[in-house]
């Protein structure tokens, strides 16, 4: 069984940085595409970063110049380095891989900006 494991969420105060992670286990294959989504309260689903094979990287508008998405070459493992940070990053973040044609989501991590 597939499973998605994310870590690093927590409290920060503004201008702050967190760093996320997620790492895939029960895979034998490479997922094709990595990427980070978030949830805040009231509001549906967003895309943040997502990584595709070969290398192309997209972010959000919102999060351009701030955050960063980084893949393990040899693993499925994603990271996300999130700099100056902002109270309306404020979300559940969640990891997202996709391989084989299936999605596969983790179980999300609490990000609180907050002063």
């Known amino acids: 069984q597939v499973q998605l494991v994310e870590s690093g969420g927590g ?3 503004p201008g ?4 996320l992670s997620c790492e ?3 895979t034998n294959f490479r997922f094709t595409y990595m990427g980070w989504y978030r949830q805040a309260p ?3 689903r967003e895309l943040v970063a997502v ?5 192309n990287i997209n972010y959000a508008d919102s999060v351009k ?6 893949r393990d070459n040899y693993k499925n493992k994603v990271s996300l380095q999130m ?17 084989r044609g299936h999605d596969y989501w983790g179980q999300g991590t609490q990000v ?3 002063s």
């Open 11 to 13: 409290l920060v105060h």
């Open 65 to 70: 110049g701030r955050f960063t998405i980084s």
């Open 42 to 44: 009231g509001k549906e």
């Open 16 to 19: 702050g940085s967190l760093r």
């Open 112 to 114: 609180t900006v907050s």
């Open 83 to 99: 700099n100056s940070l902002k109270p309306e990053d404020t979300a559940v973040y969640y990891c997202k891989g996709n391989g």
């Open 24 to 26: 895939a286990s029960g």
């Open 51 to 55: 990584m595709i094979s070969g290398g």
